[in-house]
């Protein structure tokens, strides 16, 4: 989802960048460049580069200046983990902006809400998986990429609604009819792109996952 910054007072646009830009810095940082080097790799986080601008180019109106989308952000970062996901969806989301008619104030919030939320929660959830889940197969599609989808678009999707009602952006009607009865529908999807296409890559293309590991997840199970 992406929201203009034409809704939230300019105190506001500070404070999605005390989040947005310490995550720049450090995804800048931590980034695994040495990865980078192979030429497959680079393939991949391109690709995935473009996968994430196609797929965020098909979104819907929701209210002005409130755009819904699918958002693969779980997929991406099992798939490049945290840093380069961040980096990916950064470069995604502002070619995104530069080719549609959205203002450039969309810019702090839409990074917030659609790549670095995800991405984190994201994180945050694959490390507890490790450390406290029984390391399988299933357990890593199902939990990490499945579950974590639906659950983190729920999440991102009643945060959003609870700060514009918070801050009378539109009424409580309007979010009721138009967004909050749909986002348990709309996380249905959300979680079957990320689980399906991460049960694919990681049958068939496992090195594309850099969070899975064949010796962790497959040996001996």
Known sequence: MELS??????????AFSAFVLPALYYSL???????LRDQRQQHVWLGVIV?????????????????????????????????????????ALVAVIATTSQDWTSLLPSLFFVVVLPASLTQVILGLTRAYAPKHFFVYVLVNAFLAGGLIFLFSGFLVAGGLLL??????????QNFIYLVPMMAFPESMLNGWLAA???????????SFSDEEYLRGK
């Open 200 to 210: 694919i890559i990681v049958a068939y293309k496992p090195h594309w996952i850099a």
């Open 29 to 35: 940082r931590w980034a695994d460049w040495s990865r």
């Open 51 to 91: 996968f994430l601008f196609v797929l965020w180019h098909m979104r819907v109106e929701l209210e002005p200046g409130f755009a819904w989308h699918l958002s693969g952000m779980v997929l991406v970062t099992l798939m490049l983990r945290w840093s380069l996901a961040i980096l990916a969806g950064t470069i």
């Open 167 to 176: 801050l009378n952006v539109y009424p409580w009607h309007e979010l009721k």
């Open 5 to 14: 910054g034409t809704l939230f007072h300019s105190a506001w646009q500070l």
